[in-house]
């Protein structure tokens, strides 16, 4: 086994040790929200939101993105799990706004080595063989996350499987500081619209 996998196992035996009530939480969350953020590392979602096991759920992407599968998320925790407030959560300083879907295409065209990122942009540190097929894909990068946020919450509001009476938060989380910012207009088009 690797390294990683030991600590993970020895993490999962500490954690298993005070696991308790837990066992019994059921899978609708208890707060009634939902959270769509990205797979940085720097961000987690119940220290810097104050949830806990059970009180919400929270789907996770590349830059946090409005794509079918996370509106197929969405729709499943309102519509079976009883969610009624959903959190759009980009973040500052997110890998997608450093590149774009073309260089992403070209970059594994090359090669499907780790690439890593320089002063003059992204470079492939291997030789192996790569692929077309990354031309193939919506990487769905972008460069103005203001504009990101309102992109993507207009998306799920407009999205014929959400229902208007669900209210959708736009924010952007500060890697520097742990704060999240509201992005007013995107709260604005989220704004739940009575039933009718």
Known sequence: M?????EILAANAQYTQDFGEKA???PTPKKRFAILTCMDTRLIPSRFA????GDAH??????????????????????LLGTREWFVI???????LSITGEVLGDLLNESLSPAEFTPDGYRNTGND???????YIAWLTFKDEIKCVVDDVTRIRCHP??????????????VKTGR?????????????????
């Open 161 to 174: 499987l959400v229902p208007g009476y669900i209210t959708i938060y736009g924010y952007i989380y500060d």
């Open 50 to 53: 104050g949830f806990n096991e």
């Open 24 to 26: 019994l939480l059921k």
């Open 180 to 196: 999240l910012i509201e992005v007013p207009a995107a709260t604005e088009v989220g704004r739940a619209k009575a039933p009718k």
């Open 129 to 135: 063989p790569g692929s077309a097929e990354g031309y």
């Open 58 to 79: 929270v789907i996770r992407n590349a830059g946090g993105r409005a794509t079918d599968d996370a509106i197929r998320s969405l729709v499943i925790s309102y519509k």
């Open 2 to 6: 690797s390294q990683i996998v030991d």
């Open 90 to 96: 980009h973040h500052t300083g997110c890998g997608l």
